[in-house]
């Protein structure tokens, strides 16, 4: 990809939009019901507010280090030796988690429409698709983000007016049976899965158009606030059609889909639903794998980022071949071991930067006073 790339503040909002939902809304409504029950909501809210808090941080980096990634000001701030530190570890969980998206939509297939298909058949056409897109560059990606975000955001709205003659608001209730436990349990998941993860997104920030930095922080702020809102939308109508069922099966959106009936007009429309859900999660992977192409160039310090595309897809493909086949080995991963991953690998060396870029103004600031 070329340095002289660049995207408006509202393409890289889109871009965004799809990063933190385009996976989730498909996977997150039924662990979160499962575990933390009707009060799934609040879960959300408690995350989400966490989510908010970092995306500041983020974005008050971006401020201060203008034109920089998170890499880059972690040179600035803490030096060479202390950013190699902080990002072998950070590139390690970058390769498993452009992995587990790509786990996660094989087990989405095998669990609905290729039952019959062998996984590395899907694995290997996924991993040519986002590979060929991260190869024509976050300029392309981002002109496409347009058209394919109204037709996934349109389909979910749809899928959530279709079934309203299917709405119990009763269900709602009771909100805290099993008392506060289950929903900080809950709301622990859902940090780790999506919000934990806007971290990665300081690494592209620096493509945005310079005459629009100023409009990012509000336009990501919203774009937060929109994935909230859908979130929450997809996980209390699913609580309101299949009730204490909404834990239990996977996929709620697409378990929604099945539902539908509309006086043998409107019917079995799961597959078309399930194939622009797939788009979430192909753009989430094609975005992850520009990331961390962009990773690796910044430590390696190498001046085309076209040459790590191939290699870095196929590592990605053989840690999702050979990974985490057991379904239940991969629920307790992003259930227990994913947020305490990227806390560690993402979030503390965004803290720590953020601190000593506080403690760093705060003395700049009295040295100035003093003189």
Request: aromatic share 12%; glycine share 6%; net charge neutral.
């Amino acid at each position: 990809m070329s340095n002289q790339e660049r995207v408006s503040s509202v393409q890289m909002t889109m871009l965004f939009l799809f990063f933190m939902t385009g996976s989730s809304i498909v996977i997150i409504p039924a662990p979160l019901t499962n575990v933390a029950g009707n009060g799934a909501w609040i879960s959300l809210l408690i995350a989400s507010a966490i989510g908010m808090l970092l995306l500041a941080v983020v974005h008050y980096l971006y401020r201060q280090f203008p034109g920089k990634s998170l890499i880059e000001y972690s040179r600035i701030t803490l030096g060479n030796g202390w950013t190699m530190l902080l990002f072998i570890p950070f590139t390690c969980v970058m390769f498993w988690h452009v992995a587990g998206i790509v786990i996660e939509i094989e087990t989405f297939f095998k669990s609905t429409m290729l039952k019959e298909t062998p996984t590395y058949a899907v694995s290997s056409l996924f991993f040519v698709t986002i590979a060929l897109t991260a190869l024509a560059g976050i300029e392309v990606i981002a002109r496409m983000a347009a058209f394919l975000l109204a037709l996934m955001f349109g389909l979910i709205i749809m899928i959530l007016v279709l079934v309203g003659n299917l709405y119990h608001p009763e269900y709602l209730l009771p909100v805290l049976s099993n008392g506060i436990g289950p929903i900080l349990n809950a709301a622990y998941i859902t940090y780790g899965f999506p919000y934990s993860e806007l971290v990665v997104f300081a690494i592209i920030l620096p493509y945005i158009r310079s005459e629009d930095t100023s409009k990012v922080g509000k336009h990501l702020y919203l774009a937060l606030i929109v994935n909230v809102v859908t979130l929450l939308a997809s996980i209390i109508c699913s609580i309101m059609v299949l009730g204490p069922l909404s834990g239990d099966l996977k996929y709620s959106l697409y378990q929604l889909a099945r539902l539908i009936f509309i006086q043998e007009i409107i019917e079995r429309i799961e597959s078309v639903i399930g194939i622009s859900l797939i788009v979430g999660f192909y753009f989430k992977a094609s975005i992850l794998l520009i990331i961390l192409m962009r990773v690796l160039a910044q430590m390696l310090k190498l001046e085309n980022e076209r040459l790590l595309v191939f290699p870095v897809a196929f590592i990605c493909l053989l840690l999702s071949l050979t990974t985490y086949t057991n379904e239940s080995a991969l629920e307790e991963l992003v259930n227990v071991t994913w947020p305490l991953l990227n806390n560690i690998a993402y979030s503390f060396p965004l803290l720590l930067i953020f601190g000593v870029a506080l403690i760093r103004r705060f003395n700049t600031r009295n040295k100035k006073q003093d003189l």
